[in-house]
């Protein structure tokens, strides 16, 4: 009779809108897996045909490829990290005051911070046709030291330090050459506020790590998956080092721009830009199909 009950339960979430609540943002998302079936007449990717080369000498992240600025890299055999030719934050010497006399305004409405920081460039490997999951156990192994070293370095100055990866064109990543951002800033960017607030506000409360419990509750459930381009985040750095960061937890966040096949992507739009978050998959149709992929890479099928 339970495993009746526990049936039903999961065919009614299954085609039935609903709220989820994302603890770590403090936020309701709308689940609509009954719009799964709805049809489709919008845009259709096709696979992309196009081989990259092994390797490219005219590729700007390659070795040996000439970038923008006229730099040329050298011919590194492993990683390659490099200062940003084009980067969104600079350490430079601009003052409050400076900002002040700038904008000439002190309505707290209307306020201004100083914004300082680093911005580098990660190559993952030589060969411009590989992709992390494509790569070595031992090759990705030095990519992941390589972040913990430059996480470590630039967070000796830093309070924040943001590696992240974006994949396909349409994402702003327009080189195929295996890489990664790494940004570094003076100060907490707005998602690192807010999860900074609510694990500890969780920690406070229970005495627990929220995302360490999280994990307890899906691994007991044994059918869930939660949907979250890639980023690492670990606890803030820089002035936070000297204070406790027991309530943090290391973890990645995946945002899948699918949204039912490999042909149909999903982007933030419409509703969803306006009011709030909007799923058409559950966490537990996601996870079935991660478990059903096969265990080759399918450019190697």
């Keep these: 009779f339970h495993l009746k009950l526990h049936r039903m339960a999961a065919l009614t979430v299954s085609d039935t ?3 989820r609540f994302n603890p770590l943002r403090q936020e309701w998302i709308i689940v609509s897996p009954q719009r799964i ?4 007449q919008g845009r259709k990717e096709t696979p992309d045909k196009n081989k990259t080369s092994r390797v490219d000498g005219n590729n700007a992240l390659a070795p040996g490829g000439r970038r923008s600025n006229g730099n040329v890299n050298p011919n590194y ?3 390659y990290v490099f200062t940003n030719d084009f980067p969104a934050l600079t350490d430079n010497n601009t003052t409050v005051d400076e900002l002040d006399n700038y904008f000439d305004c002190d309505h707290p409405l209307l306020r201004n911070a100083t914004a300082k920081g680093e911005c580098r460039v990660m190559c993952f490997h030589p060969r411009s046709d590989l992709t992390l999951p494509l790569m070595t156990i031992a090759e990705i192994l030095v990519v992941i030291n390589k972040w913990s070293e430059e996480f470590e370095q ?4 830093f309070d924040w330090v943001q590696i992240f990866e974006n994949k396909g064109d349409i994402m702003g990543c327009s080189n195929p050459h295996p890489h990664c951002q790494i940004w570094s800033s003076s100060f907490l960017p707005n998602e690192a506020l807010l999860e900074d607030k609510s694990q500890r ?14 994990a ?18 670990g606890a803030p750095t820089g002035s936070y080092l000297s204070q406790s960061c027991q309530h943090w937890q290391l973890h990645a966040h995946y945002y ?32 079935e199909r991660l478990r059903n992929l096969p265990d080759i890479h399918y450019k190697l099928a």
């Design 201 to 214: 506000d969780y920690y406070e409360k229970t005495g627990k790590v929220m995302l360490l419990e999280y």
């Design 37 to 40: 079936t709805r049809p489709w």
């Design 256 to 287: 899948p721009p699918l949204l039912r096949s490999a042909t149909v992507k999903k982007f933030m739009a419409g509703y969803e830009m306006v009011a709030s978050p909007q799923r058409d998959l559950t966490a537990e149709m996601a996870a």
């Design 216 to 233: 307890e509750l899906e691994s007991a459930k044994k059918d869930c998956c939660r949907e979250q381009p890639l980023d690492s985040r």
């Design 77 to 79: 055999e492993s990683t």
């Design 154 to 157: 630039l967070g000796r100055k």
């Design 17 to 19: 809108p609903h709220l």
